[in-house]
């Protein structure tokens, strides 16, 4: 499995989780939801570290390109963490209509931040950055 198709499946299994939540909180399955938002946000903070830790700055390095996709890159996690510590505290509240409506918001965002990286970012990381592959097996291993 290629460099892109490893991220993307990793992309995948966030959103899983996220539909896993959302469904448990829709029917107020208060433990089912907590755990699967549990596993959902390590997982997205897992991905998260992995590309701000390892890939964006291997891109950087390689291209000098320090303000441009990378940057936004850094700017939407940083929206989308929000968002979790407000989900957080909805589900903590037990608060049903509003964690629905951030997670809503949550996967909107995160549908127009996985479009941009699996089609423009995770490309141009497999054209500049030398054993890209070799990389992520690395930061999988230390994530383990």
Excluded at 36 to 65: C, K, N, V, W, Y
Excluded at 85 to 95: F, G, K, T, V, Y
Excluded at 127 to 142: F, G, I, P, S
Aim: glycine fraction near 4%; aromatic fraction near 4%; include cysteine.
């Amino acid at each position: 499995m290629g460099a892109s198709e490893t991220l993307t499946r990793q992309h995948r299994d966030c959103d899983a989780l996220s539909a896993d939540a959302e469904q448990a909180a829709r029917g107020q399955d208060w433990a089912g939801a907590d755990a699967a938002f549990a596993a959902m946000r390590a997982d997205i903070e897992r991905h998260f570290a992995l590309e701000e830790d390892s890939l964006f700055p291997a891109f950087e390095q390689a291209t000098g390109i320090r303000q441009g996709p990378t940057a936004v890159m850094r700017a939407e996690h940083a929206q989308m963490r929000g968002l979790l510590d407000d989900m957080s505290q909805a589900l903590a509240a037990r608060q049903r209509d509003d964690y629905l409506g951030l997670s809503d918001t949550l996967l909107i965002l995160t549908q127009q931040h996985n479009m941009k990286e699996e089609n423009i970012l995770y490309p141009m990381c497999e054209q500049h950055v030398a054993d890209l592959e070799a990389l992520l097996a690395r930061e999988a291993r230390h994530a383990d």
